[in-house]
């Protein structure tokens, strides 16, 4: 006997899923994040790019002899205080990673830049600094009966001590993560490493550094991404100065809003991001894996 198929019925649409209480409450916790991120990033960014879409603001930028100067510091600032930073955090961390109690101690004033804000610690330092009533002038008085120099009206000191600035100001952070780092490693492996008579070096070099290397440069990385955006070292000590000669990019665009030069100010700001989105893709690539 034949039989035959009957076509299958016609599946009708699925019905809407249900959305849970947790759910609902979930989006609706949400919102406000949404919001914040919509009004205080992706507006201020969009409206500032806005700003910097006319070719002339860079035309009349790169026109700016400041503007050179400025870009020259910026490269200054991140190779040179940014590494130096790094590896002197590397070195620290290999002395706060010992477990004596008067290191502790030590440890808790060592983080004492870095928790302090960054507003009253700059401004002490820059009175520290003043060439007239300045502490460090006039302990070279008492002790020389010289004057000291005037060291922020000096273009190559004043971006000196701006670097030192960002880098004592927040070395204590970079130390602590690389603390945590070294901590993750197997205490093991420096036992049997001792045991076949290494050396310190030699456990550095073949223990705690292949071990560290992935995080000590994920970190250098994303210390010059903040450092690009950070203008407290250098705005809050000289304020740019003298002359506009210790400019960086980040404080490029305070003093063309200053002067009432919004698109200029807007251009400064993305014409970092050639520096800026190259760090962002290297480190994403390095987290991904």
Same mark, same amino acid.
Not at 138 to 156: A, C, E, H, Q, R
């Given at each position: 006997?034949?039989?035959?198929?009957?076509?299958?019925?016609?599946?009708?649409?699925?019905?809407?899923?249900?959305?849970?209480?947790?759910?609902?409450?979930?989006?609706?916790?949400?919102?406000?994040?949404?919001?914040?991120?919509?009004?205080?990033?992706?507006?201020?960014?969009?409206?500032?790019?806005?700003?910097?879409?006319?070719?002339?603001?860079?035309?009349?930028?790169?026109?700016?002899?400041?503007?050179?100067?400025?870009?020259?510091?910026?490269?200054?600032?991140?190779?040179?205080?940014?590494?130096?930073?790094?590896?002197?955090?590397?070195?620290?961390?290999?002395?706060?990673?010992?477990?004596?109690? =008067?290191?502790?101690?030590?440890?808790?004033?060592? +983080? @004492?830049?870095?928790?302090?804000?960054? $507003? /009253? #610690?700059?401004?002490?330092?820059?009175?520290?600094?003043?060439?007239?009533?300045?502490?460090?002038?006039?302990?070279?008085?008492?002790?020389?009966?010289?004057?000291?120099?005037?060291?922020?009206?000096?273009?190559?000191?004043?971006?000196?001590?701006?670097?030192?600035?960002?880098? =004592?100001?927040?070395?204590?952070?970079?130390?602590? +993560? @690389?603390?945590?780092?070294?901590?993750? $490693? /197997? #205490?093991?492996?420096?036992?049997?490493?001792?045991?076949?008579?290494?050396?310190?070096?030699?456990?550095?070099?073949?223990?705690?550094?292949?071990?560290?290397?992935?995080?000590?440069?994920?970190?250098?990385?994303?210390?010059?991404?903040?450092?690009?955006?950070?203008?407290?070292?250098?705005?809050?000590?000289?304020?740019?100065?003298?002359?506009?000669?210790?400019?960086?990019?980040?404080?490029?665009?305070?003093?063309?809003?200053?002067?009432?030069?919004?698109?200029?100010?807007?251009?400064?700001?993305?014409?970092?991001?050639?520096?800026?989105?190259?760090?962002?893709?290297?480190?994403?690539?390095?987290?991904?894996?």
């Amino acid at each position: 006997m034949n039989t035959t198929t009957l076509p299958a019925a016609h599946a009708g649409p699925a019905p809407a899923k249900a959305v849970t209480s947790w759910e609902f409450w979930g989006r609706i916790l949400v919102l406000p994040y949404l919001v914040v991120f919509v009004v205080f990033v992706l507006y201020p960014v969009g409206y500032g790019l806005w700003l910097a879409r006319h070719p002339e603001s860079y035309v009349k930028l790169f026109d700016d002899p400041i503007f050179l100067r400025t870009a020259i510091n910026t490269v200054v600032f991140l190779v040179v205080a940014i590494n130096l930073k790094m590896v002197v955090a590397l070195g620290l961390s290999g002395f706060f990673v010992q477990t004596r109690w =008067w290191i502790k101690i030590l440890s808790a004033l060592f +983080i @004492l830049p870095w928790a302090v804000p960054s $507003i /009253p #610690t700059i401004l002490s330092v820059r009175f520290m600094l003043n060439p007239e009533w300045g502490v460090i002038n006039s302990v070279i008085f008492k002790l020389t009966g010289l004057d000291g120099p005037n060291w922020l009206n000096d273009p190559t000191l004043a971006l000196c001590f701006s670097m030192l600035m960002h880098i =004592w100001k927040s070395l204590p952070f970079w130390t602590l +993560i @690389l603390v945590a780092g070294r901590l993750a $490693i /197997p #205490t093991e492996q420096y036992e049997a490493a001792s045991v076949d008579g290494a050396t310190r070096w030699q456990k550095f070099r073949f223990i705690t550094w292949p071990a560290m290397r992935t995080l000590f440069v994920t970190s250098t990385i994303l210390s010059m991404i903040w450092t690009l955006g950070d203008f407290n070292s250098v705005y809050l000590l000289t304020g740019g100065g003298p002359a506009d000669l210790t400019h960086v990019l980040a404080t490029l665009g305070i003093r063309y809003l200053r002067l009432d030069q919004i698109d200029l100010a807007m251009a400064s700001i993305v014409v970092a991001l050639p520096l800026v989105l190259p760090l962002v893709y290297v480190m994403m690539k390095r987290l991904s894996k």
